[in-house]
């Protein structure tokens, strides 16, 4: 679809990576581009026209995931947009993050997103984000602000929908079909000519297409769109492969799905609004990414962990993600109280591990301090189920359940 705009557009990055062709090899050799197209359910990129996933699958995978946290539970999460983004880029639910809406009201910032972790591990890389939304990068992430340790992005493109003069607004979401266009040509350009080690490219148009026409021809041809301009972002990253003999993570998500029959809404805990999608390039991926159906959280971990970022051990208990592309332990921890007695079940991966298993009962770390935790015992991984004797004392709120295994860290919640 819209061949010759695209062609246009990648004759543009062309011109322009001529220029470059006498680029040093960058000291950082992994770096990672995540991409969000808004608004995808997974029953249509399935349908829908897309070479360019189909390229990156092809050398990777297409992972079945999940948003909306647990259904009906302490980590139920709104299927909104703003609320899918922080989900993916703080790797933990709502109750943590507390981005419950596109107002970004009052986002929870003790719960570091990626590109804080990955400064604090690495003050030297480079981050940057490319996004139709301002309100991604200074409120979302919170550039600058106290909260976040002034957190300040290296490269960012953002703000077009702000100019209305160069981008009339119109009600058929035109204008911002073009300013993600910009967002993508100026990524890609970007990516190549600077190679930042962590970035963010956000698209708008597909969800705003959805909800203008719902399941309808005009939805699919933006899907296919928005494929073309995800391949200009991804023809940048191959082209620093082959020149520069770096190692790239390409990681292209959505951050909700649709309602069923129409796909004009979304926010709701139907199947086809929780039911989204990754698409990775890389085929590596782990028993538990095989096994099953993955979550919006895992995106966080995966990410760190394969650009080999520090976390502290406070921030990594807090976490509700699993990586997907090396093996664990475990993964799926899920808890019950019943009078003093603790009833855990996991998907098992590692025969012969074993887990320790922690409680604590307060919750410092939303604001700021630490909780501390008490060994309760110690599990074999194997059997994917212990029960524990455990008193939750009455005053307490929450009981904060840790399953640590040799390779990664569990956490689930009981509230009263």
Not at 209 to 220: A, L, Q, V
Not at 352 to 369: E, I, L, M, P
Request: charged share 25%; aromatic share 10%; glycine share 6%.
């Amino acid at each position: 679809m819209h061949k010759n705009i695209l062609n246009i557009i990648r004759g543009t990055l062309l011109i322009g990576a001529l220029s470059l062709s006498t680029l040093s090899i960058s000291a950082q050799q992994k770096k990672t581009v995540l991409i969000i197209m808004d608004g995808i359910p997974t029953d249509m990129i399935y349908n829908a026209y897309t070479p360019n996933l189909d390229r990156i699958r092809h050398n990777g995978v297409l992972l079945e995931s999940y948003v909306g946290g647990v259904r009906n539970g302490y980590s139920e999460t709104p299927t909104i947009s703003s609320n899918g983004y922080a989900t993916h880029l703080i790797g933990t639910w709502v109750h943590k993050h507390d981005v419950w809406d596109n107002s970004i009201k009052e986002p929870n910032y003790h719960y570091p997103s990626m590109f804080r972790l990955f400064k604090d591990s690495k003050p030297d890389g480079k981050i940057a984000i490319y996004s139709t939304w301002l309100d991604n990068r200074t409120k979302l992430l919170g550039e600058g602000l106290k909260g976040t340790d002034n957190l300040k992005f290296d490269y960012h493109f953002d703000g077009l929908e702000l100019d209305t003069v160069a981008y009339p607004h119109d009600d058929k979401s035109n204008y911002i079909k073009r300013i993600d266009t910009a967002v993508a040509l100026e990524a890609a350009k970007s990516i190549y000519r600077d190679a930042p080690d962590m970035s963010w490219v956000y698209l708008q148009h597909t969800d705003d297409m959805g909800h203008i026409y719902g399941e309808d021809p005009e939805f699919y041809n933006s899907i296919s769109y928005m494929d073309g301009l995800v391949g200009l972002v991804y023809d940048s990253v191959l082209q620093r492969e082959n020149e520069f003999g770096e190692d790239w993570l390409v990681v292209v998500v959505t951050d909700h799905g649709r309602t069923p029959l129409t796909a004009k809404h979304h926010g709701g805990q139907s199947e086809r609004e929780r039911n989204t999608w990754i698409v990775m390039n890389k085929k590596e991926i782990n028993q538990y990414a095989t096994e099953r159906q993955v979550a919006a959280v895992d995106v966080l971990p995966t990410i760190c962990d394969f650009m080999d970022v520090e976390i502290d051990n406070t921030v990594l208990t807090e976490l509700d993600g699993t990586p997907l592309l090396r093996p664990v332990d475990a993964a799926n921890l899920s808890a019950r109280l019943i009078g003093d007695q603790l009833i855990l079940n996991w998907n098992a991966y590692n025969e012969d591990s074993t887990a320790d298993v922690f409680v604590t009962f307060s919750n410092n770390f939303a604001k700021g301090g630490r909780d501390e935790y008490k060994k309760v015992g110690q599990v074999p991984v194997k059997e994917g189920s212990a029960v524990l004797e455990v008193s939750m004392p009455q005053d307490a709120k929450v009981m904060k359940i840790l399953l640590k295994t040799k390779t990664n860290t569990l956490n689930y919640w009981i509230r009263k």
